[in-house]
T-cell receptor, first 112, second 108 residues
């Protein structure tokens, strides 16, 4: 089944404790992206990747890192999480920027 | 700066009534616009792309470059249309910009 998976689905952590949210797709898509969803703000792009080893900042990249060492995986790294990073995070992939994006199920992160 | 606005946070309509969800964009290039929908407890999914000009689940959207709008319309709302709707813009700067979303509630 073609899909985007994210893990974990729920995470509660403390300020400053490094964490990684994994994202994987099995559709051989080149474009992958991370978003955060906050009430009243919609989805805001954190980072995106056009292809392996090519990543770039979205609109809200501060406090986040990503890597794209393999085409299928695009992990989101929070080196030192802070409470303002409490949010719902979505990973998405698509053939290219101008095609339909397929979304993961979301990861709800709480930083205390 | 590129921007997508959806002026209505909440929209309530009666079943069978027409519905229009507004989307306006700010972008100097040639826009690629999408509507995504998120039903309760489900993932975001594509509803339609302007370039394909398809009608999905009875919804249509027309790009109006003069008014920089891409409003979503359906002539007769159904209860199953209740969901969160997002307008999105793909730019030549490789970014995708989403609007803040409109929550549609269809009243039986």
């Amino acid at each position: 089944e073609a899909q985007v998976t994210q893990n974990p689905r729920y995470l509660i952590t403390v300020t400053g404790k490094k964490l990684t949210v994994t994202c994987s797709q099995n559709m051989n898509h080149e474009y992958m992206s991370w978003y955060r969803q906050d009430p009243g703000l919609g989805l805001r792009q954190i980072y995106y990747s056009m292809n392996v080893e090519v990543t770039d900042k979205g609109d809200v990249p501060e406090g986040y890192k990503v890597s794209r060492k393999e085409k299928r995986n695009f992990p989101l790294i929070l080196e030192s999480p802070s409470p303002n990073q409490t949010s719902l995070y979505f990973c998405a992939s698509s053939l290219s920027l101008f095609y339909e994006q397929y979304f993961g199920p979301g990861t709800r992160l709480t930083v205390t | 700066a590129q921007r997508v606005t959806q002026p209505e946070k909440l929209l309530s309509v009666f079943k069978g009534a027409p519905v229009e969800l507004k989307c306006n964009y700010s972008y100097s290039g040639s826009p690629e616009l999408f509507w995504y929908v998120q039903y309760s407890r489900q993932r975001l999914q594509l509803l339609l792309r302007h370039i394909s000009r398809e009608s999905i689940k009875g919804f249509t959207a027309d790009l109006n470059k003069g008014e920089t709008s891409f409003h979503l319309k359906k002539p007769f709302a159904q209860e199953e249309d209740s969901a969160m709707y997002y307008c999105a813009l793909a730019t030549s700067y490789d970014k995708v910009i989403f609007g803040p979303g409109t929550s549609l509630s269809v009243i039986p």
